[in-house]
């Protein structure tokens, strides 16, 4: 599976962005994915994840409420809808696909797309 992360920008706080997730191969609907991000210096976090159907979807509590994750595996990809932007949402997001581990939030992920800068300003 290939993933293409887009949707990425410059936005003010307060704002809204969508970043989707392309995906190729015909097995993108059996797996789980997710979102995560990393700012300068930090080192890679979890955002947000969804199960193969998209019944399930987990949040880091930093973005809850505020950004959804989705899918469509009819059309192969993933989206993450993020609302209420903050200056510390800022960081270059990537999209990831087949989980390995049972904890979504400290889990690695079997295929990664390149990443798509967000940035916020204040």
């Known amino acids: 599976v290939q993933l293409q992360a887009s949707g990425g920008g410059l936005v003010q706080a307060g704002g809204s962005l969508r970043l989707s997730c392309a995906a190729s191969g015909r097995t993108f609907s059996s797996y789980s994915m997710a979102w995560s991000r990393q700012a300068p210096g930090q080192e890679r976090e979890f955002v947000a994840g969804i199960s193969p159907s998209g019944s399930n979807t987990f949040y880091a509590d930093s973005v809850k409420g505020r950004f959804t994750i989705s899918r469509d595996n009819a059309k192969n990809t993933g989206y993450l809808q993020m609302n209420g932007l903050k200056p510390e949402d800022t960081a270059i997001y990537y999209c990831?696909?087949?989980?390995?581990?049972?904890?979504?939030?400290?889990?690695?992920?079997?295929?990664w797309g390149q990443g798509t800068q967000v940035t916020v300003s204040s």
């Open positions: 990831a696909a087949q989980r390995i581990g049972s904890n979504w939030y400290t889990a690695d992920y079997g295929y």
